[in-house]
């Protein structure tokens, strides 16, 4: 039990430490998350239980009760900023007459931004190319196909590690474990092994790292844009593809101060 004691009196002085070092600065929070109604869009997709399941909720209603501690003042999600469905559901559930689909932004989003007083979110996602094929076909011309399925399936073999792993953990566990920075960097680097293929001529592989990255400042910009006063607190909630860039936005951003989940769950999870 001292040691227990010892470790909460511990996280409490990270946390507070971190407050402070933020010198006055708006806050922002990316928290990466899995994708829970498994709509199947990403390369290799997890395929995850029935988050509205009375065990479920009541381990989303601690993901919240966390992230409640960061106190945001905006939600920033990852939609179509022009879409009306979104917005719509969520006066809907303020209004009681909305149940929470499977979806992330709905079991996380509308329930921090109830719990913290929100009238509204913020869609800040933008569109944008991921030309794999290019990178595929580059591979075949050159004769490294093989070789570029080996580095693929080791990605793969990561998001089958966090598939078990989400079986037999709770939700807030398991946005810890995604969002430790060891995965963050494993995720990271699945897109800057892709550089080596392409040349001159074809540039495939640095090409298509160019355009995720375009796409990622672009959502980091609709998320800065949101900050209109140094008190501002931004929990940004997004698809876990996402985090080491718009972590890595944010850290070079020397106009904000960049937050981790870590700095606000309970000691032992």
């Given at each position: 039990?001292?040691?227990?004691?010892?470790?909460i009196?511990?996280?409490?002085?990270?946390a507070?430490?971190?407050?402070?070092?933020?010198?006055?600065?708006?806050?922002?929070?990316?928290?990466?998350?899995?994708?829970?109604?498994n709509?199947?869009?990403?390369?290799?997709?997890?395929?995850?239980?029935?988050?509205?399941?009375?065990?479920?909720?009541?381990?989303?209603?601690?993901?919240?009760?966390?992230?409640?501690?960061?106190?945001?003042?905006?939600?920033?999600?990852?939609?179509?900023?022009?879409?009306?469905?979104?917005?719509?559901?969520?006066?809907?559930y303020l209004?009681?007459?909305?149940?929470?689909?499977?979806?992330?932004?709905?079991?996380?989003?509308?329930?921090?931004?109830?719990?913290?007083?929100?009238?509204?979110?913020?869609?800040?996602?933008?569109?944008?190319?991921f030309?794999?094929?290019?990178?595929?076909?580059?591979?075949?011309?050159?004769?490294?196909?093989?070789?570029?399925?080996?580095?693929?399936?080791?990605?793969?073999?990561?998001?089958?590690?966090?598939?078990?792993?989400?079986?037999?953990?709770?939700?807030?566990?398991?946005?810890?474990y995604?969002?430790?920075?060891?995965q963050?960097?494993?995720?990271?680097?699945?897109?800057?092994q892709?550089?080596?293929y392409?040349?001159?001529?074809?540039?495939?592989?640095?090409?298509?790292?160019?355009?995720?990255?375009?796409?990622?400042?672009?959502i980091?910009?609709?998320i800065?844009?949101?900050?209109?006063?140094?008190s501002d607190?931004?929990?940004v909630i997004?698809?876990?593809?996402?985090?080491?860039w718009l972590?890595?936005?944010?850290?070079?951003?020397?106009?904000?101060?960049?937050?981790?989940?870590?700095?606000?769950?309970?000691?032992?999870?």
């Open positions: 039990m001292p040691g227990r004691v010892a470790l009196l511990l996280l409490a002085s990270v507070a430490h971190a407050q402070s070092n933020c010198n006055g600065k708006p806050q922002i929070l990316v928290l990466g998350t899995y994708h829970m109604a709509p199947g869009r990403d390369i290799y997709n997890m395929q995850v239980d029935d988050v509205r399941t009375p065990k479920r909720q009541q381990e989303l209603a601690q993901v919240a009760e966390v992230l409640a501690k960061f106190q945001p003042t905006k939600i920033a999600i990852e939609a179509d900023p022009d879409g009306k469905k979104l917005p719509a559901a969520y006066q809907d209004a009681g007459k909305h149940e929470l689909t499977q979806n992330e932004i709905e079991q996380i989003g509308f329930r921090v931004a109830r719990q913290s007083g929100h009238k509204q979110l913020y869609p800040v996602d933008v569109d944008g190319d030309p794999i094929q290019r990178v595929i076909n580059y591979a075949k011309a050159t004769g490294r196909s093989a070789e570029l399925e080996k580095m693929m399936a080791t990605t793969g073999q990561m998001v089958a590690k966090q598939d078990e792993y989400i079986k037999s953990h709770t939700v807030l566990e398991s946005l810890l995604m969002n430790a920075p060891d963050v960097a494993m995720g990271d680097s699945f897109y800057v892709l550089v080596p392409g040349e001159p001529g074809d540039f495939a592989g640095p090409d298509l790292l160019a355009s995720w990255y375009q796409r990622n400042i672009r980091y910009s609709n800065v844009r949101l900050i209109d006063s140094p607190h931004v929990l997004y698809g876990s593809g996402h985090l080491p972590q890595e936005n944010a850290r070079m951003d020397t106009s904000v101060c960049l937050r981790m989940l870590g700095d606000f769950a309970p000691a032992g999870k």
